[in-house]
């Protein structure tokens, strides 16, 4: 680092491969350690690495730069995790199951959810009533809404997010 900042692009260089893939174990098990999908390590590299460009200047050159980039690394993995705040990641492929309604299931609980489908915009209500009540797959609900789709997985991903906003609103 101390070349590097001093101008020597090729020690820049070096220390930048061989730091990458320290960081990468450190942000691998400290994503796992904290709750993070190990997917997003790769993301927590790249900030650190940004983060050690960007703040190359304020490492003391008289002290250790181990520390120093274990702070940034810990940082950023906060920082991470404070991005993901509380939601947890489903795949759309699941929402049907969790989203389907058992015909025989209770006349009560039936009347409310069309209340609440009802509640929402129509192209919402077909698509959820589409892959939830009727059991479509995501491919013939695009084909029949004349969608793409990774259109339809957005959509239903506004839909229910419109729909628990509902639920929330509405008097239990």
């Known amino acids: 680092m101390r070349a590097a900042i001093g101008g020597n692009a090729s020690a820049y260089r070096s220390l930048l491969q061989t730091l990458t893939p320290v960081l990468r174990g450190v942000a691998r098990r400290n994503c796992a350690r904290i709750g993070l999908d190990g997917s997003e390590a790769e993301d927590v590299v790249q ?43 489903v795949p759309i492929e699941e929402m049907n199951e969790v989203l389907s309604v058992d015909g025989s299931g209770d006349s009560v609980a039936r009347f409310d959810i069309n209340r609440m489908l009802e509640r929402l915009g129509e192209r919402q209500r077909d698509l959820l009533r589409s892959l939830s009540i009727e059991g479509c797959s995501v491919q013939e609900t695009a084909q029949r809404l004349n969608m793409s789709e990774g259109a339809v997985r957005v959509a239903l991903h506004r839909a229910i997010k419109g729909l628990a906003s509902l639920y929330r609103e509405s008097p239990q």
């Open 47 to 89: 900030e650190v690495l940004i983060a050690l460009h960007l703040k190359r200047h304020t490492w003391d050159p008289d002290r250790p730069i181990g520390p120093w980039i274990m702070t940034i690394t810990r940082n950023k993995l906060i920082d991470a995790r404070r991005k993901r705040g509380r939601s947890t990641h």
